[in-house]
């Protein structure tokens, strides 16, 4: 990997900075975020600005250019890549170690009083910029919105915005229909005594609507805001996708329909505008509901007194627990993903001892089985193919630099998942296609027995998710082991791979409590730098509980694996697990026999099925 | 208990609530806090003005008194008290439910227009006040200072201020000397940039001057302020107990010192006018050191700009990390606290059957046969000695009205600990005299085997307790029961039995990380309402821990207990422990036998050794 030259963007930039064409007066720094107007974790091309600018293309960090110096901060997942991708003009600020500074801190170090400091309103979210507007006012400086995002103005090929045709979503799929999803949002709305809701997240719009895209990818999302009233629905997305038949009759927007259930389309450009002159018109108590991380441009256009800001959407709430139809989706799903991956093991199997897989050839294939399948759209995430040390490296994606040959001596760990229309998969699996050693067999061992203890969890009803990390991690802190990441994240139904609001995390304080319906992976993992990376991985449905007591009524709850796919035994010291432990993998297997191993059959793939059954004898614990 | 008329109390309150004698303008409505001018737990009684002007003398709960209305916040542990000391003239706010308004939500519903909230500013904390008054204000009300305390006006026969003579510590309790604690408090003051800090917590004074007071029951401390520069130390406190002479030599107030050592003492109620002067007198970048939780009278001191306000301070922290000599100490208070503990449940065992035995008779003969014991100071908190139902009130103390018999059917709860001049206690055992059922066994087994996942973890260094929350709860939540508690709390070193910055809850978020030499408590319990109570709890010490792969150098951590007080066997079904359990429980009667019978032994109590040797015979495990 060389660096991106940046020296003459750089110059570029410093020039637009002072250019009364695109600021009202100049700006001594320029902050470009990660993001795009809608706080996505994965953006489009359009919208990698901080990449263009920098070089670095990770999916964290924000760049910060002054007139002397340009600086990167990005967590620990990134050092080595952004210190790679960055060439000389660049400073990377290490976040996570003690003597990085805030990007705060570190402007009020080195800018001249009293100076500007400029951001897209749009790209920054609302609590963001009060936490940084704050500090630098305080000594003595000035946060400003600059309207024109100064980076497109230097990015002469910057790519469109992308507009791509629509997928409509009936309830079959959905379970519930988008006016249906309108009442209830109007409803939590009249529980707060807010009279309008402002939907800025991309996978919030597309949820409520039953409508999915591929502006992004991984995620079917389309680039769209929605605001809801109390008798008015108001969609801004742009393009001539909104003509298209099938969209039209799905939205019923060619129907006579009740006035409060006819949905306005707006151009995407407009929302401002538009959000300006709802605010303008608000009576005294009539506040406005969005997001605390929607923009600052958003968030402004309502005056202070009427905003209702929360953490979590009343849609983020609801999307997150699926109903029968999207669960039952999930399964369908989760039984294909199962049988694209017995295929890839089986072949691996075989291949792998040749020595002609790479880590690149077998995530094609891995996506060249999952693309057989019915429903198949896209993959969820860029597939984590990985082989020896490359497995240590959390989110590692094989580029032709790094890609390594698969061979019977190493470890492999793919983590990967697909968008089928009926439901969102991730999965990791572990596999060693030799002899592993006893030392790999233990770790691998305690990261099964740190899944297990998660998976076969009971716990009382409105537990939150963070609760539940360290039974992932008891069995390997018994022996000094541990892994620097989460245990586990929401996944959407046929949406984002990971959404909120739940999860379990160590670092996760403000997830809402799990409830029946909810989905979400188990992950934990163990990670020897430079020889090996070892990660199981379920999605798991939070299901009722049946316990003697049922905490008085409060109610029990606990996991179902959606996942169903071999975990391999040949990786596990069997002496190391408990006899509870020891029946949970049994059960699993026989589950995966039963459910995939019918669909194999039906498939009429018989390698893949005999490979199913080879793998999922039961294990017999030495006494 | 007959609820407490304040009627005329109220009256009285709302005429000084108009009284320009005491108000620059009329407040609509007055705020009755908890705590004293130091945010502390446990109060002086001039302090208990709540309790004062409702008769609701819980720890914890706000009033607030407006014309026509009297409001009390309280949590779920006194609604039921609560209930019973106040009249008609209060209405109960039940805290944590969902119907319930927060303060803040209830005077703007029930203020006219404009209204002025009154407050003594010393006793509401600064970010307390920052909540409320920002809420206030958007609803168009003002919550302001009122300097008179307005109860102290009409508390005609209010108890004076306590004053009473101070404990010197030298450094075979204390282990570093207030000179180097001086010098290390200003080393920390360095590397924060900040030229000031303001000491506020009494536990916080006591420690930084290896001093101990008696002001307020339980907890050894005694009202003072500090103020340390860089270059000066002053110390706010009243009374001639400056006049005596260990104390004068302890802090070495005749001796010639280099200036920065020489402590200037000066009136308690002169801190906010040299606060206040200090503040007048900063330069730019001169910041002042405070607690975010210190009084809103003293944050306002210090001109905003110039306050440095962190959730702990460097005091809090370094408190909190016991060195040698306090382990050692903390180590010897227990021991003896175990004898104590030994002779009284022999004594029960003798007596209980007779029926002669009350809740208040087992209380004091805890604290007769402590008192017995070696530097015996007081105990550390109000005995919870609580039999039958009465032990499912988690934070019950027998008085004279709810004093129950101890016999041989029903489970006894004695939660209690004392203070000694080398450490603090608080210790819970659960005994039955009689047979219990298998039901209480099945419960207590639990219990204890959440107590023993919390003892014997394994956790690497820089782990908050409160990812350790749930490893106390598995076992119940296997069965579908729980606690609605936290699992533990720090413990000081002959200081306040409840301190920051560390503990073992769900609810904290805000804990530091727990490192070695700090000390918590290890309490999870079972309550059935009507029924009885099980808790266990033993005070525990972070060490080092031994393990195989010790995080890569990153360090291990676990618990040693220093509370060795027999668990009773007899309460335990054998057959739910694992083995590892049972080997955890027969180690810890091991060292219970060793080093608490070696004390008994020494102090003759032969009958108490008998009985100790009884109740720590090993578990057999019917395989």
Redesign the interface.
């Known amino acids: 990997m060389s660096p991106k030259i940046t020296t003459e963007l750089l110059k570029q930039l410093r020039q637009v900075m002072k250019n009364p064409k695109y600021v009202q007066e100049p700006v001594q720094a320029y902050i470009v975020p990660s993001g795009d107007a809608h706080q996505s974790e994965y953006i489009a091309p359009c919208d990698c600005r901080r990449a263009f600018i920098s070089g670095f293309d990770g999916s964290a960090g924000t760049a910060i250019v002054t007139e002397q110096h340009a600086a990167m901060w990005t967590d620990g997942r990134y050092f080595l890549q952004a210190a790679q991708q960055m060439d000389n003009n660049w400073t990377l600020m290490k976040m996570g170690l003690k003597d990085t500074p805030t990007q705060e801190d570190w402007l009020v170090s080195v800018l001249p009083e009293g100076s500007k400091v400029g951001v897209d309103p749009f790209i920054i979210p609302a609590d963001q910029w009060k936490r940084m507007s704050k500090v630098l006012r ?1 000594a003595g400086h000035d946060l400003v919105p600059v309207k024109e995002n100064l980076i497109n103005t230097i990015w002469t090929d910057c790519p469109q915005r992308p507009c791509k045709p629509l997928i409509t979503l009936d309830l079959s799929y959905t379970g519930v229909s988008w006016r249906d999803k309108i009442v209830a949002l109007r409803s939590k709305m009249a529980e707060r005594k807010v009279m309008w809701f402002v939907v800025t997240a991309l996978d919030e719009v597309a949820w409520l609507f039953n409508l999915r895209g591929s502006d992004v990818e991984y995620n079917p999302v389309f680039f769209a805001y929605a605001v809801i009233g109390m008798n008015t629905i108001r969609l801004f997305i742009d393009g001539d996708r909104m003509m298209d038949p099938p969209v039209r009759e799905h939205l019923q927007l060619d129907s006579t329909l009740e006035p409060e259930f006819k949905i306005q389309v707006m151009p995407y450009g407009s929302i401002l505008a538009e959000l300006q002159a709802v605010g303008a018109g608000l009576s005294p108590k009539e506040k406005v509901w969005l997001s605390d991380k929607a923009s600052y441009a958003l968030t402004e256009a309502i005056p202070k ?1 009427y905003r209702y800001l929360t953490p979590y959407t009343p849609i983020c709430i609801a999307k997150a627990v699926k109903n029968a139809a999207e669960t039952e989706g999930m399964r369908r799903a989760h039984i294909k993903d199962a049988v694209a991956l017995c295929e890839l093991f089986n072949w691996l199997e075989k291949e792998v001892p040749k020595g002609t897989v790479t880590e690149i050839i077998a995530a094609d294939k891995a996506e060249e089985f999952r693309s057989q399948q019915k429903d198949f759209v896209e993959l969820s995430f860029a597939t984590i193919s990985s082989t020896g040390p490359n497995g240590a490296i959390i989110h590692y994606k094989p580029v032709p630099e790094t890609n390594r040959t698969l061979s019977v001596n190493e470890i492999y760990l793919l983590d990967s998942g697909a968008q089928y229309k009926d439901g969102t998969t991730d999965v990791t699996r572990t596999m060693h296609f030799g002899t592993p050693s006893a030392y790999e067999k233990e770790c691998f061992t305690y990261v099964l027995k740190g899944h297990i203890a998660v998976s076969a ?4 009803n409105g537990t ?1 998710g963070h ?5 992932a ?2 069995a390997l ?6 892994y620097l990441h989460g245990t586990g994240h929401g996944v959407g139904s046929f949406l984002n791979v990971h959404e909120g609001p739940c999860g379990i995390s ?1 670092k996760t ?1 403000a997830d809402e409590p799990l409830e029946a319906g909810m989905i979400v992976s188990d992950e934990p993992g163990y990670y020897e730098d430079g020889s090996f990376g070892i990660r199981i991985e379920n999605v798991v449905l939070v299901i009722p509980a049946e ?5 008085k009524n ?1 109610g ?1 709850l606990t996991f179902e694996p959606l996942t169903l796919v071999p975990i391999q035994t040949k990786m596990i010291d069997v002496n190391l697990l408990t006899e509870k432990e020891c029946n949970w993998v049994n059960e699993y297997h026989q589950k995966c026999r039963e459910v995939v191993g019918a669909e194999l059959e039906r498939q009429g793939r018989h390698e893949a099925l005999r490979w199913l059954l080879r793998e999922t004898e039961p294990l017999a614990r030495v006494q």
Do not use: E, M, V
């Open positions: 305080s007194a969890a009971i716990f009382p939150k609760l539940l990390d360290s039974f991690r008891s802190w018994d022996c000094g082991l541990d160590y304080f316990t003697k007591y049922n905490f409060r029990s």
